[in-house]
């Protein structure tokens, strides 16, 4: 399968169609995550290594204190399957060798390529499915292993397309196998030569696989690929790749599921984003740790594919990792050099091993890489598992790899030169690879999957495995879900596909509880990227829409590996930047909203239920002793409450373990209902604080408190609060004051504070005092709106007052007219005696973000310290959710100033 993004062939070389999503990245979108230059944690390598071309993840796998991950290599010929081993998610050492490839036997099935893990372990063996081709059909082999390292190749695939004019009569490639109690279930992407759909099968030993009847899944779009499931005490949870429109990126979806039959999508999990995964985000692999979700995905640039990472707590809002990708490709001359894709990330033990899909030009192969953080990769220098000699003789990738006991199980997508089926494999090591018989151990069916069985998501439950995977009838991709009860027979379920879509693949799966996560690639408007989906019994799904989104010099994010590691979401991912293929990481404490490894938000919501989970905005900064201290509002969905945390950067923030260290007051009391956007100064020996505060009588309006501390976390309250109340009635101020800020010069305590009327227009106010409880204010505003063209044209407030050469610096909050007050930005304002303001900028300093950005809707609220030769600054922002994050950039003091006059 080829599909050509710009001047990019994405697929096994000189294929059709249906090879592309299994060999290499496609293109998405601007990402609900914001990232400021997002780096690949693991890169394609230069022409040399096995991966040097991209890297993809394929399975991920926490084995006792380690992440295991196999992921697909490409070095511009073949595609092997590689590992790599991390502690914690980020850091990763990759084997240097693929640890599967190709078979050797030139009438394999899989002796041109083999790539796209799922790795699962089971019991002591690892068992793989990946996709492998002979350059004519993919199928999904099958492997097992007693490291994870050294694998057996089952002789034949496992699950190969199903009869021509089905649904993945074409190719079956993807498998991600999951196995409960009685049976492995395998989700894969099928295509019938066209358009690319999940399907499902199960299997009672993951080998012989039976197609589910509901197969493929409905998730409504073009091309769904690379399912991921996961399965908790509430049902399925599928990431998976999905592309909306044929030109557009893949991005990763989330679907739910009761039954991992049935499922509802829950929108978009994951989209590209800037840099290395700019064009898609697809091919997610998805772990649980503690209650947190890890996910490994993989990016795409337009050139090359990369495996990133991501945390979340819920699986549908995630957090990249600042050093994403997490997972490149190799350097030097090697089998990934064109680049990396996704496959599967375990941790295992203190260990991350990544099994990921690489390629060099040929064929895509199973590489691998090891990390003790999940973002500094060792990769294999060879892939560890290769295309064998018969149904995914062009190509195995992708792979879905768990860990059962001292046993690595993958699952992974095969490709034959015409059908991509996914395959079985096992290991000892996680390196040495067995296929299964050689053959898929899901095929291509005879409906929605008749093209193609590939992209498979296992995970193991109690009674057996599930795989969600891809299905393609040629026409469309869906995911679908097969149950086995050993991971090799599978048996695909009745209501297949259960998640229905154009351009999804790279579905991953986390079962989180009860319920189902998926996070998964989508081909939007500008590339892949990763959307996000939730289930209750795995089978209907909820769509939760996009959570990463290319841009930039990132051409797809797609390939989502998630994991959840001590109550984070953990995501490696697919970046291509136009040139390779690499893989990224980011974190998440929801598994919804997302931070990539480089992000630019100082401190994200809490963890979930928390007293700031919600929501976090306006807080202060003191620098003191080489460290930054913070006062910062929180919201739990109810009221908000003042928080305090530590940093060593400004940016990396350690919250206080015994927050809030400021509560609402006592019920009667003036802010009894709420207290926030704390001001903290240090006079003398105290901390000295005025926030805002409210209670739930009339007789206590929105007004100014006061309260002192010895230590800034045990405060004590002013006695007389409030110390600054609104104006009289008529007057400017006369419904609520707010927001201050405030500088002592000599004895004399200067407050700048914001200040609204009934009809909701506001102002800045100024006000004086001797001992800082005692305030005289001006009779009228000193900053007003300006004019109803202008981007402050509605409102002003929250006011930010340094001290400069000459007089006064103000950052402010402006609120433009549209809709009577529509979106927020920072802008400037100087003044020589702190009263009288002159604007000179006819535009905001800080604007809001682009479209899926954790700021889109509205930049508020600057905090700003002198550092040096810098002003740092800390703001406010929120999306269209309404999701409240803290942001922070830096600026030249001389460049503030310049841009200010």
Not at 118 to 145: E, F, H, P
Not at 478 to 493: H, L, Q
Not at 528 to 557: C, L, N, T
Not at 820 to 847: H, T, V, Y
Request: proline content about 4%; hydrophobic content about 35%.
């Amino acid at each position: 399968m080829i599909i050509k993004q710009g001047s990019r062939v994405r697929g096994f070389k000189g294929l059709m169609l249906i090879c592309i999503l299994f060999f290499l990245p496609l293109t998405p979108h601007f990402s609900l995550i914001t990232v400021s230059n997002a780096q690949p944690v693991l890169s394609a390598g230069s022409p040399a290594p096995w991966d040097s071309q991209d890297t993809e993840p394929g399975s991920v796998i926490k084995d006792g204190n380690l992440f295991k991950m196999w992921y697909t290599g490409y070095d511009g010929k073949r595609y092997r399957i590689g590992y790599a081993v991390s502690s914690d998610g980020f850091k990763w050492e990759k084997s240097d060798l693929p640890v599967f490839e190709h078979s050797k036997d030139s009438s394999s099935w899989d002796n041109s390529s083999a790539a796209y893990p799922c790795v699962i372990k089971d019991g002591n063996i690892y068992k793989m499915w990946y996709t492998g081709s002979n350059g004519r059909r993919l199928s999904i082999g099958y492997a097992t292993s007693n490291d994870g390292i050294s694998w057996d190749r089952h002789k034949n695939p496992v699950f190969e397309p199903a009869i021509e004019d089905t649904w993945d009569g074409f190719s079956v490639q993807y498998p991600m196998v999951v196995k409960d109690s009685r049976r492995y279930l395998m989700f894969y992407t099928g295509s019938a030569g066209v358009s690319y759909k999940i399907g499902a099968a199960e299997s009672s030993d993951g080998i012989s696989w039976k197609r589910l009847k509901n197969s493929p899944i409905d998730f409504g779009r073009v091309h769904s690929f690379h399912p991921w499931i996961i399965k908790d005490s509430k049902g399925y949870k599928m990431w998976y790749s999905i592309k909306t429109e044929p030109k557009a990126g893949f991005k990763i979806g989330l679907a739910d599921s009761r039954d991992g039959i049935i499922w509802e999508m829950k929108g978009d999990a994951l989209k590209p984003d800037l840099g290395w995964e700019i064009k898609e985000v697809f091919k997610p692999v998805v772990l649980r740790k503690g209650d947190n979700y890890l996910m490994f995905y993989a990016g795409f640039d337009g050139r090359r594919t990369r495996i990133g990472f991501a945390e979340s707590a819920d699986g549908n809002r995630w957090i990249r990792h600042k050093m994403n990708p997490v997972l490149g490709v190799g350097e030097g001359a090697g089998w990934d050099g064109d680049s990396v894709f996704s496959g599967s990330v375990i941790k295992d033990g203190d260990t991350y091993r990544l099994w990921y899909s690489g390629f060099n030009g040929n064929k895509t192969k199973i590489g691998f890489a090891s990390s003790k953080d999940g973002i500094n990769w060792r990769k294999s220098l060879a892939p560890v598992f290769t295309p064998g000699d018969n149904w995914d003789r062009m190509g195995a990738g992708y792979p879905s790899v768990i860990k059962e006991g001292k046993t690595y199980r993958m699952w992974y997508t095969g490709y034959d030169g015409r059908m991509l089926q996914i395959g079985y494999a096992y290991s000892d090591d996680g390196l040495n690879w067995h296929r299964y018989k050689d053959i898929p151990v899901l095929k291509t069916g005879n409906g929605w999957d008749s093209t193609q069985a590939a992209y498979p998501c296992v995970i193991k439950e109690s009674n057996g495995y599930r795989m969600y995977y891809v299905g393609y009838n040629n026409k469309e991709e869906w995911i679908g879900v097969a149950v086995s009860k050993d991971g090799i027979n599978w048996e695909k379920i009745s209501g297949n596909p259960v998640i229905k879509g154009k351009g999804i693949i790279s579905p991953w799966v986390v079962k989180d509880g009860s319920a189902y996560r998926m996070w998964y690639s989508v081909y939007g408007d500008n590339g892949y990227e990763i959307h996000f989906a939730s289930s209750i019994d795995g089978i209907k799904w909820k769509r939760h829409g996009v959570q990463f989104k290319p841009d930039g010099m990132i051409k797809d994010i797609k390939g989502p590996m998630v994991i959840m590691d001590n109550g984070v979401y953990k995501m490696w991912y697919e970046e291509f930047d136009g040139s390779k293929n690499r893989i990224a990481f980011a974190y998440s404490k929801d598994g919804y909203r997302w931070q990539r490894f480089e992000g630019h938000k100082a401190i994200d919501p809490g963890a979930k239920d928390g007293w700031d989970s919600f929501g976090v905005a306006g807080g202060w900064i003191l620098k003191e002793h080489g460290k930054y201290r913070m006062w910062y509002s929180g919201h739990d969905g109810d009221t908000f409450r003042i928080g305090y945390a530590v940093s060593n950067d400004g940016i990396n923030w350690q919250r206080f373990d015994k927050n809030p260290v400021f509560d609402k007051g006592n019920s009667g009391s003036w802010d009894d209902v709420q207290v926030a956007y704390p001001f903290v100064m240090r006079d003398g020996d105290m901390y000295k604080m005025w926030y805002y505060g409210y209670g739930g009588s009339p007789k206590y309006p929105p007004s100014i408190g006061y309260a002192a501390s010895y230590d800034g976390i045990n405060w004590e309250r002013y006695t007389e609060n409030p110390v600054l109340m609104t104006g009289d009635a008529g007057s400017w101020d006369d419904e609520m004051v707010a927001y201050p800020v405030i500088i002592k010069e000599g004895s004399v305590y200067k407050m700048w504070y914001g200040g609204s009327n009934k009809f909701g227009e506001w102002k800045i106010g100024y006000a004086e005092s001797k001992d800082g409880i005692k305030w005289t204010k001006l009779l009228s505003p000193v900053l007003i709106a300006g004019g109803k063209e202008e981007w402050d044209g509605y409102a002003v407030s929250y006011p930010m007052v340094v001290s400069v050469e000459g007089g006064y610096f103000m950052w402010y909050t402006g609120v433009d007219a549209n809709n009577n007050g529509g979106a927020m930005r920072i802008g400037a304002a100087f003044s020589e005696d702190g009263i009288s303001w002159i604007k000179p900028k006819e535009e905001p300093l800080i604007d809001i973000g682009d479209n899926g950005e954790w700021n889109e809707a509205s930049s508020f609220s600057p905090r700003v310290i002198k550092d040096g030769n810098l002003w740092k600054i800390w703001f406010t922002g929120f999306d269209l959710g309404r999701v409240f994050r803290i942001g922070y950039m830096e600026k030249g003091y001389e460049d503030i100033l310049q841009k200010g006059n």
